[in-house]
């Protein structure tokens, strides 16, 4: 996704532009005159940088106003300017009447929403600057008007957001501001016990239950990772029981293989190069959790443990993240079939006691992570 967020900003670009040749006065009969005759954008935009590279340089502009004719550079900021400028006159919106109840309560809602947020004034603090509202304009108004110039002028000091951007510092590793909002992160999707600075404090023990790493800062962001984009979707075990294990060290509800696996799973959604075997490849990410489970996998005389079909169920998620479908076929096949060798899909009696229940919801959640994997 991330590469497809790129190429669709990349197409953007050159679309705006494209724009900003139509809309002036020397280039728009050419440019159309090309698109017409079926040429892509990129062809277009190619032959605009040549034209551009033989426009003479430096030529005077009579009474500090620059003629139509030589305009002839596109960059980011011109190009932005010129398709601002003709689609001025569109972007007129109603304004939001006092006795539209609706309106008024939803603006206020979002005002409120992002108080205090990259420096932005609580609702009614008085400071115009943060939500410009001339007459006869709204605060939705104000958002039409956005363009990347102003906003990056106007948030370069600010916070970081507590979701988004990684703010590195020179070096390149995040500032403290960061890695506090990493510590509230791991905190909010694993729960209270992590997100310390020093995790070891709050799992007497416990280890990282792998052998890949030993930095707890890193295993806890990638589970926190897991649990936040890919848990939601396909819920392979539960939660709450695995976290505890993992936690307190047990081997009932946790293992190596599930947290490497896990781990390989997590390593999709990071940017870190520590989780890539090459750090300038993504299509690396996670493969040494991956080799580690499957090590771990083979090592295994008896596979019918509730661990393991969970874990098999993460391997077949890693590896059609990777494309590799057949692969991820296997392994979710594997998975199914374990779950019902070991008869998790019969119906068994367990005691109404809290290690009961906690029996039942682990047996019910591995059988149809499995079950709906596969499907």
Request: glycine share 8%; hydrophobic share 35%; with cysteine.
């Amino acid at each position: 996704m991330r590469l497809e967020i790129e190429q669709l900003r990349e197409q953007q670009h050159q679309t705006e532009r494209v724009l900003a040749a139509l809309v002036s006065k020397d280039k728009s009969d050419e440019v159309l005159d090309k698109l017409r005759t079926g040429e892509t954008i990129e062809a277009v935009l190619e032959k605009l940088d040549i034209a551009e590279e033989g426009t003479t340089k430096g030529k005077l502009v009579a009474k500090g106003q620059q003629s139509a004719q030589n305009v002839t550079a596109y960059s980011w900021k011109s190009s932005t300017m010129a398709i601002e400028n003709a689609l001025r006159g569109t972007r007129i919106m109603k304004p939001s009447t006092p006795s539209s109840a609706a309106g008024s309560s939803a603006t206020e809602a979002y005002a409120n929403s992002v108080s205090g947020v990259s420096g932005w004034p609580a609702s009614g603090s008085g400071d115009e600057e943060a939500f410009p509202q001339q007459s006869g304009t709204s605060l939705h108004d104000d958002a039409m008007q956005w363009s990347p110039e102003s906003a990056d002028r106007e948030n370069r000091n600010a916070e970081p957001p507590l979701v988004g951007k990684w703010y590195p510092k020179a070096d390149g590793s995040p500032d403290e501001i960061t890695e506090q909002m990493r510590f509230q992160g791991r905190e909010t999707i694993l729960g209270e016990p992590f997100g310390t600075q020093d995790p070891s404090q709050s799992q007497p023990g416990a280890d990282t239950w792998t052998k890949i790493t030993s930095d707890h800062a890193l295993v806890e962001h990638l589970l926190a990772l897991y649990f936040c984009w890919e848990y939601p979707t396909f819920a392979s075990l539960s939660k709450e029981h695995f976290l505890e294990d993992f936690r307190m060290g047990r081997r009932r509800n946790c293992s190596s293989l599930l947290v490497n696996s896990m781990l390989a799973v997590g390593c999709r959604f990071s940017t870190q190069g520590v989780t890539r075997t090459d750090p300038d490849n993504s299509n690396t990410s996670g493969d040494h959790f991956f080799a580690e489970a499957i090590k771990l996998l083979n090592e295994q005389e008896d596979r019918h443990r509730l661990t393991t079909v969970q874990a098999l169920g993460l391997m077949s998620i890693r590896e059609a993240s990777a494309g590799r479908s057949s692969m991820a076929l296997y392994y979710s096949g594997q998975s199914i079939r374990l779950a019902i060798e070991m008869g998790l899909h019969s119906e068994v009696h367990f005691t109404d006691s809290d290690e009961g229940n906690a029996q039942k919801t682990v047996r019910a959640a591995t059988f149809w992570g499995a079950f709906a994997l596969d499907q």
